[in-house]
């Protein structure tokens, strides 16, 4: 057998060995949590592309031997290097962490699909290396040209051709005994997948969603997204208003960037609700709605307390049919997040507070009953590589789909292990107390400005708080896992 034929077999095996390494990995993580599982993950994605390196520097110097390029792979060749070499760069990219949004460096799992398939070509053509005349050449060489255009044009379509348009899901049956409930939102990515759990249970009734202009969506943007939420959530009569797009004091803001991402959905689309926002304000949605509801309502608030600082500054009578105020925001015993992602000097300050401090102030100082769920719980939920690869098995609609495609585009953050489920673990305690443990604490929220502003703080001149302090994470993953695939009752 010739050299150069020995080079191409071995090359084109260990390009097939190469492509399965990482899906070997697979069953390897299965069951393993924390940290180990990425390290492991990793582990696998780097052998597995280091050694389909191997493979096509093998193949490539068997079809290449002596400088000339046989009849047999002059083409094919040619489109299977340019494939290889382009999969190769892109693998290692991903396991460097730096990949970049879109073409084919993004193409992580078509580059499995084109590295296995390029093997099995390579395989293909060397066993074919049986003695033919021109006659005969013509017909093999001409299948394995059109088999490789197949696979480059397959490959094209799945990296370039935008993700199917989803489809509105038949909402089950709000219970009759369901628990009135008005989420308060600045209509972030994470505040997207609270909305769909809470829409994904039959003993809470979503009656209004509330905007806040103050937070990190824009009020235009805000609603219009937070109207076609519902509408893939098959509730799109839920009524939507914005309110003021200031906080009720100071200048303090969200990056200008993030604003941007979250006023564009992350580049996604959600289906067209022919409903237009309301016709009231945020403040009077508010207050009719709590008014008027014969049951008492739950408050979930998930950016900035502007509009609830508000309306209960206007109408402070509003706390006795309130049965509690579920906050996400604070960071009590642990660092806060807006120094570490921007650069404002402010280590101590959770951004929704930060934003309005004096609108947060209005409502500890309310009288409503509140439980507060700040970092000190949500740091125990982070969104982990492991749930999202979990998720990507197991999407069965369109809501799950559109909130693996929200995490999809936010994968670099979940790599990095700086993303976490804010605003859905805010909502799942207010659904499920068993999530989380809490702490009855005098806190006061530092209103002046400077390095404390929108700090929680301690006192004894403080208001009494609830605080969840730990989370349970698996708990929480599970049954979010079950509201979005629709499984809860």
Same mark, same amino acid.
């Given at each position: 057998?010739?050299?150069?034929?020995? +080079?191409?077999?071995?090359?084109?095996?260990?390009?097939v060995?190469g492509s399965?390494?990482?899906?070997?990995?697979?069953?390897?993580?299965?069951?393993v949590?924390?940290?180990?599982?990425?390290?492991?993950?990793?582990?696998?994605?780097?052998?597995?592309?280091?050694?389909?390196?191997?493979?096509?520097?093998l193949?490539?110097v068997?079809?290449?031997?002596k400088?000339?390029?046989g009849?047999?792979?002059?083409?094919?060749?040619a489109? =299977?290097?340019t =494939?290889a070499v382009l999969?190769?760069? *892109?693998?290692?990219?991903?396991?460097?962490?730096?990949?970049?949004?879109?073409?084919?460096?993004?193409?992580?799992?078509?580059?499995?699909?084109?590295?296995?398939?390029?093997?099995?070509?390579?395989?293909?053509?060397?066993?074919?290396?049986?003695?033919?005349?021109?006659e005969r !050449?013509?017909?093999?060489?001409?299948?394995?040209?059109?088999?490789s255009?197949l696979?480059?044009?397959l490959?094209?379509?799945?990296?370039?051709?935008?993700?199917?348009?989803?489809?509105?899901?038949?909402p089950?049956?709000?219970a009759?005994?369901? !628990?009135p409930?008005?989420?308060?939102?600045d209509?972030?990515?994470d505040?997207?997948?609270?909305?769909?759990?809470? +829409?994904?249970r039959?003993?809470?009734?979503v !009656?209004?969603?509330?905007?806040?202009?103050?937070?990190?969506a824009?009020?235009?943007?805000?609603?219009r997204?937070?109207?076609?939420?519902?509408a893939?959530?098959g509730?799109?009569?839920?009524?939507?208003?914005c309110?003021r797009e200031?906080?009720?004091?100071?200048?303090?803001?969200?990056?200008t960037?993030?604003?941007?991402?979250?006023?564009?959905l992350?580049g996604l689309?959600?289906?067209?609700?022919?409903?237009?926002?309301?016709?009231?304000s945020?403040?009077? =949605?508010?207050t009719?709605?709590?008014?008027?509801?014969?049951?008492?309502?739950?408050?979930?608030?998930?950016?900035?307390?502007?509009n609830? *600082?508000?309306?209960?500054?206007?109408?402070?009578?509003?706390?006795?049919?309130?049965e509690?105020?579920?906050?996400?925001g604070?960071a009590?015993?642990?660092?806060g997040n807006?120094?570490?992602?921007?650069?404002i000097?402010?280590e101590?300050?959770?951004w929704?507070?930060?934003?309005?401090?004096r609108a947060?102030?209005?409502?500890?100082g309310?009288?409503?009953?509140?439980? =507060?769920?700040?970092?000190?719980?949500?740091n125990?939920?982070?969104?982990t590589?492991e749930?999202?690869?979990?998720?990507?098995?197991?999407?069965?609609?369109?809501?799950?789909?559109?909130?693996?495609?929200?995490?999809?585009?936010?994968e670099?953050?979940?790599?990095?292990?700086?993303?976490?489920?804010?605003?859905?673990?805010?909502?799942?305690?207010?659904t499920?107390?068993?999530?989380?443990?809490?702490q009855?604490i005098? +806190?006061?929220?530092?209103?002046?400005?400077?390095?404390?502003?929108g700090?929680?703080?301690?006192?004894?001149?403080?208001v009494?708080i609830?605080?969840?302090?730990?989370?349970?994470?698996e708990?929480f993953?599970?049954l979010?896992?079950d509201a979005?695939?629709?499984?809860?009752?």
């Amino acid at each position: 057998m010739q050299a150069r034929r020995v +080079l191409i077999i071995i090359g084109g095996l260990i390009l097939v060995i190469g492509s399965r390494l990482p899906w070997i990995s697979a069953p390897v993580l299965y069951g393993v949590e924390g940290p180990a599982s990425e390290a492991i993950e990793i582990g696998w994605e780097g052998s597995g592309y280091i050694t389909g390196g191997i493979g096509l520097i093998l193949l490539l110097v068997g079809i290449f031997w002596k400088g000339r390029t046989g009849k047999r792979y002059s083409i094919p060749s040619a489109i =299977l290097a340019t =494939l290889a070499v382009l999969v190769v760069i *892109g693998c290692f990219y991903r396991v460097l962490e730096i990949d970049p949004n879109e073409g084919f460096l993004r193409a992580t799992d078509v580059g499995i699909y084109v590295t296995f398939i390029g093997g099995l070509l390579a395989l293909v053509g060397a066993v074919c290396r049986i003695s033919m005349n021109q006659e005969r !050449q013509g017909p093999i060489l001409l299948i394995i040209v059109i088999s490789s255009g197949l696979m480059l044009a397959l490959l094209l379509g799945r990296v370039r051709t935008a993700s199917p348009s989803l489809e509105p899901i038949t909402p089950h049956a709000v219970a009759a005994d369901a !628990q009135p409930v008005v989420i308060d939102t600045d209509m972030t990515a994470d505040d997207w997948l609270a909305i769909l759990y809470l +829409l994904g249970r039959s003993d809470v009734d979503v !009656q209004a969603i509330t905007v806040t202009g103050a937070g990190e969506a824009h009020c235009s943007a805000g609603t219009r997204n937070a109207l076609n939420l519902v509408a893939l959530a098959g509730r799109p009569e839920i009524p939507v208003a914005c309110g003021r797009e200031a906080p009720l004091e100071g200048d303090h803001a969200f990056p200008t960037e993030w604003r941007e991402r979250v006023d564009d959905l992350l580049g996604l689309t959600l289906p067209e609700n022919s409903r237009e926002t309301s016709s009231e304000s945020a403040v009077e =949605l508010l207050t009719r709605i709590i008014q008027r509801s014969p049951q008492k309502v739950h408050l979930i608030t998930l950016g900035p307390l502007t509009n609830v *600082g508000e309306v209960l500054e206007a109408e402070p009578g509003l706390v006795m049919n309130l049965e509690m105020i579920t906050v996400m925001g604070g960071a009590v015993e642990v660092a806060g997040n807006v120094g570490p992602s921007s650069n404002i000097e402010n280590e101590v300050a959770e951004w929704n507070f930060y934003v309005d401090p004096r609108a947060a102030a209005e409502v500890f100082g309310s009288g409503a009953p509140i439980t =507060l769920v700040p970092l000190d719980a949500t740091n125990y939920a982070p969104v982990t590589i492991e749930f999202y690869r979990r998720l990507e098995r197991d999407r069965t609609t369109s809501v799950a789909e559109f909130v693996y495609r929200v995490l999809a585009a936010q994968e670099e953050y979940v790599r990095l292990g700086s993303y976490y489920f804010w605003d859905p673990l805010a909502a799942a305690i207010a659904t499920e107390e068993g999530l989380g443990t809490f702490q009855k604490i005098s +806190l006061i929220v530092v209103e002046e400005e400077g390095a404390e502003s929108g700090r929680t703080l301690e006192s004894e001149r403080g208001v009494i708080i609830r605080v969840a302090m730990t989370a349970d994470r698996e708990r929480f993953e599970a049954l979010f896992l079950d509201a979005v695939n629709g499984r809860l009752p």
